[in-house]
């Protein structure tokens, strides 16, 4: 019952920048954490960085330093700030949500991708 729409996705240049946002709507209630996972051809899906609902984040080693993960709860909206990209992190990004009700349980869910290119 939870829906995420990314955007954001580019083709960009080798050191160039973007800005993925992800905004939540539905029963988004209960909320633990948001993130951003990638999934490179041939490759799996793999995390890129998280973020808690007391704003704790966390990042991937591959993108420490140039990434940035950040929210806006007004909005419902994560973000992620990408700086200095390299042809390798090109890749379908996907956004994830987790909750966990009061009545126990975890649930996770995913928006449909939106496509990094980083080429020249």
């Known amino acids: 019952q939870v829906q995420l729409v990314e955007s954001g996705g580019d083709l960009v240049q080798p050191g160039g920048s973007l800005r993925l946002s992800c905004a939540a709507s539905?029963?988004?209630?209960?909320?633990?954490?948001m993130g951003w996972y990638r999934q490179a051809p041939g490759k799996q899906r793999e995390l890129v960085a998280t973020?808690?609902?007391?704003?704790?984040?966390n990042y991937a080693d591959s993108v420490k330093g140039r990434f940035t993960i950040s929210r806006d709860n007004g909005k419902n909206t994560v973000y992620l700030q990408m700086n200095s990209l390299k042809p390798e992190d090109t890749a379908v990004y996907f956004c994830?949500?987790?909750?966990?009700?009061?009545?126990?349980?975890?649930?996770?869910?995913w928006g449909q991708g939106t496509q990094v290119t980083v080429s020249s």
């Open positions: 539905g029963s988004i209630f209960n909320i633990v954490a």
């Open positions: 973020i808690t609902s007391g704003g704790s984040t």
């Open positions: 994830n949500l987790q909750k966990i009700p009061p009545i126990g349980g975890r649930y996770s869910y």
